[in-house]
């Protein structure tokens, strides 16, 4: 049963512009959401994240939305750059559970110039 | 944040044998986490690690294929026995970090372990 999921395995954006990425959950428990980038070979590193109480977070040129009533949540990247490219991974975690992190299956982003 | 340390990075390994991985980590935590990333899959919870205390798994992860080890507040190990090439994946630790009102994670780089 996966509960968080990120159904677009791949997104190709042009230098500049903004990209999107997508995360789905299913246990309305979550309750701390996270999106980290992975560049081959390295481990994963954290970006932003959002508590539930807000539906909104902005950090540099990255801002998280969530929408608890969707159960979705997206990130935000403007403007993209070409060191962007990774796979963006969300979690999520939910208080009482020893702080473990559910993981989603990943998104390649790739920026193009 | 913390800085983790982990090794080794990557090694080849004959089945039937066994791999330990370590981690050491810059400053003292209470807990410390090992995750599983098979190719091409997300990353997957294999043990919660406190210190002075067994391990905690995850469904469908057992201490005898998975001993984990934790003899401090600033190193773990992970040895995975047995080895078969269902094991091949990457192997990363993890410790977590609070900020004000954020808190986090911080990952090692990540063992990636190949089984022949």
């Known amino acids: 049963d996966q509960q968080v999921k990120q159904n677009s395995p791949s997104l190709s954006v042009q230098e500049g512009r903004i990209s999107i990425l997508n995360c789905d959950y299913t246990?309305?428990?979550?309750?701390?959401f996270l999106w980290y980038k992975k560049y081959p070979a390295e481990g994963p590193t954290f970006l932003i994240s959002?508590?539930?109480?807000?539906d909104k977070n902005e950090d540099g040129r990255f801002t998280v939305f969530l929408n608890k009533s969707a159960k979705h949540l997206s990130l935000h990247i403007v403007p993209s750059q070409p060191g962007d490219s990774a796979v963006y991974f969300c979690?999520?975690?939910?208080?009482?559970?020893?702080?473990?992190?559910?993981f989603g299956t990943g998104t390649r982003l790739q920026v193009t110039l | 944040s913390a800085v983790i340390s982990q090794k080794p990075s990557r090694d080849i390994c004959q089945r039937g044998t066994s791999l330990t991985i370590q981690c050491q980590v810059d400053?003292?935590?209470?807990?410390m986490f090992w995750y599983r990333q098979q190719p091409g899959q997300s990353l997957t919870l294999i043990a919660t690690?406190?210190?002075?205390?067994?391990?905690?798994?995850e469904s469908g992860f057992v201490i005898d294929k998975f001993p984990i080890s934790r003899p401090n507040l600033t190193f773990s190990t992970l040895t995975v026995s047995n080895l078969s090439p269902e094991d091949s994946s990457i192997y990363l630790c993890?410790?977590?970090?609070?900020?004000?009102?954020?808190?986090?994670?911080?990952f090692g780089s990540g063992t990636r372990l190949t089984v022949v």
């Open positions: 993890s410790v977590e970090w609070t900020g004000g009102a954020f808190y986090g994670y911080t």
């Open positions: 400053s003292q935590v209470t807990m």
């Open positions: 246990n309305s428990m979550f309750d701390y």
């Open positions: 690690a406190n210190q002075g205390s067994e391990a905690t798994y």
């Open positions: 979690a999520a975690s939910y208080t009482g559970t020893a702080s473990k992190l559910t």
């Open positions: 959002i508590s539930s109480i807000k």
